[in-house]
């Protein structure tokens, strides 16, 4: 097993991202659409993860448009997570592929926001849905009087700027009710479940 940490920057490094990228984007969309197509799982809304590379190419947006043909995803269940230094080229360019693939119906998060560039000038016009808090805030707000200030200013912030907030690295009773005494109300980590095979998901959410 070679974790995510290792096989993306490397992925990215060779450029190898791109089709890698594409491979992942397709894969969802088909099973978004397998989801669709049945009543307990048609509301869910899918997330996935976008590289600045695979972002930055010209004809990001007609690949998408044209996975979403072959694949028949509905589009407003699917959101695309990027990275803030997805920020640091070409801004105006970025604004426009977003708005681009907004009008597709497509959403978009912000991921772990606060560990890069975070320039409240570009976060105010690009159009987001949603930013997550980073792991790293979450994961020693307990202790760390710094990371919990910044872990209540990012969710203040996004509720200010009508944006939805989540929180990464969740993996305590106690990391969930210090979130819920501040405002958050959607949350990813362990202490609600791991990472596992979208078979077993969908038994879960079947069988609830």
Known sequence: ?????EFIALAEDTGLIVPLGHWVMETA????????????????TLSINVSARQFHQDDFVSQVVRLLQLTGADPTHI???????LLLKNVEGVI???LALRELGLGFSLDDFGTGYSSLSYLKRLP?????????????ALVDPNDAAIARSIIALAHSLGLDVIAEGVETEE????????????F???????????TDFERAVLNR
């Open 1 to 5: 097993m070679v974790s995510p940490g």
């Open 29 to 44: 969309l088909r099973q978004q659409a397998q989801w669709r197509q049945h009543s307990q799982l048609a509301h869910l």
């Open 79 to 85: 959101k695309l997570e990027l990275t803030e230094s």
């Open 96 to 98: 426009t592929t977003m």
């Open 128 to 140: 987001l849905d949603q930013i997550k808090i980073d792991q790293g805030f979450v994961r020693d």
């Open 175 to 186: 990391h969930h009710h210090f979130l819920l005494q501040h405002g958050c109300r959607a």
């Open 188 to 198: 990813q980590g362990y202490f609600f479940g791991r990472s596992v095979p979208h």
